[in-house]
């Protein structure tokens, strides 16, 4: 077991929500005395259950603060894709406040373009731009939301490649920016020193290397946002400042 959840924590280093579930699973082993092979599968299962139920129920408290935090006919900036942050956009339009997203493309797998779709097919109003045009529409936001793949000890966000270069566009502007994440996201380790990891992932997402030759593409999938930057995190507790 030990091993396996060895391999499994380091498929995503900047997923701190797989690790953090991971130390669930063990406590609970622990907890449950498990020593056989047909008790531990079984308890584990029964504790997979648990967990899921339990996700679910934080993304519905995590939608409702969200919507509370969404003023009625805002215009909101999105970046990349989150199923907790669609979740409180989903929810706002349910309550009446008829939103209008702005969604970024988000390179260089798109991402964003699943949101729009969504949104768009939840009956909400969505406008679909390029990365590089936020400073171009940031006039007409009145709330920024993303999502999160990890939270530091210092309140640091790590999120989607080029979340760190919008968020300093609201402070700018006198607009809030709110993560909805879930508290699993917490990365513990960043306590004790450990900085979270930034994954690379595949050149050739960014471009075909066969037509540049000579050139040198780095695909960073994360980059970290400073705290002061944030509003607050949306999570099961509420808004939480950084």
């Known amino acids: 077991l030990l091993v396996a959840a060895d391999a499994l924590g380091k498929a995503r280093p900047t997923e701190p929500m797989l690790q953090n579930s991971l130390r669930f699973f ?8 498990l020593r056989k092979v ?4 079984a308890g584990i299962l029964t504790d997979e259950r648990l967990l899921l139920e339990k996700f679910d129920r934080n993304a519905e408290r995590i939608a409702e603060y969200g919507a509370k935090e969404i003023p009625d006919r805002a215009t909101i900036l999105i970046h990349c894709h989150s199923s907790t942050l669609i979740g409180a956009l989903k929810r706002a339009l349910e309550l009446g406040k008829q ?11 798109f ?28 006039g007409k936001v009145d709330l920024v939301l993303v999502g ?16 760190a270069g919008i968020a300093t566009m609201p402070k700018e ?26 994954e690379q992932r595949d050149p050739s997402q960014g471009a075909d290397q066969q ?6 593409i780095i695909n960073y999938a994360f980059d970290r946002t400073d705290a002061k930057y944030i509003t607050g995190y949306l999570n099961a507790r509420g808004a939480l400042s950084p």
């Open 211 to 216: 037509g540049l030759k000579g050139v040198k």
């Open 111 to 138: 991402q964003g373009r699943i949101s729009a779709k969504e949104l768009a097919d939840a009956g909400m109003d969505v406008t679909l731009i390029v990365d590089s045009a936020v400073k171009s529409v940031m």
């Open 26 to 33: 063990f406590a609970e082993f622990e907890r449950r005395k």
């Open 38 to 41: 047909d008790e531990a599968r």
């Open 148 to 163: 999160a793949d990890s939270i530091t000890s210092t309140g640091d966000l790590i999120n989607k490649i080029g979340t």
């Open 173 to 198: 502007s006198d607009v809030r920016l709110f993560s909805c994440a879930e508290l699993y996201k917490f990365d513990p380790l960043t306590m004790f020193g450990r900085m979270t990891e930034i």
């Open 99 to 109: 939103p209008k997203v702005i969604c970024t493309e988000t390179r260089p797998r």
